[in-house]
C-alpha cells in the first residue's frame, strides 16, 4: 500500500506506534479537484439523526 503519512500514534514520541496514511488514489483526487476547481469537491451523504418517535417506530415495523 502507498499512502501519505498523516499521523503517527505513539506513546514515546518517537517514530514508532500506530500510523495513519492517506492512500494515494485520494491524495490524486485532491490534487486533481485542486487543479480543476480550486478547492477539494466532496461526495454529500444526506443522513439525518432523529429522535424516533412513536409514529416514526411504526412506519419503520
Do not use: C, H, W
Not at 27 to 35: A, W
Amino acid at each position: 500500500m502507498i499512502g501519505i503519512n498523516s499521523a503517527i500514534a505513539t506513546s514515546t514520541g518517537g517514530y514508532d506506534g500506530y500510523s495513519f496514511a492517506i492512500p494515494v488514489s485520494l491524495v490524486k483526487k485532491i490534487m486533481d479537484d485542486l487543479l480543476e476547481f480550486g478547492t477539494v469537491q466532496r461526495g454529500l451523504l444526506g443522513v439525518q439523526i432523529n429522535n424516533v418517535t412513536p409514529i416514526l417506530r411504526k412506519i419503520v415495523n
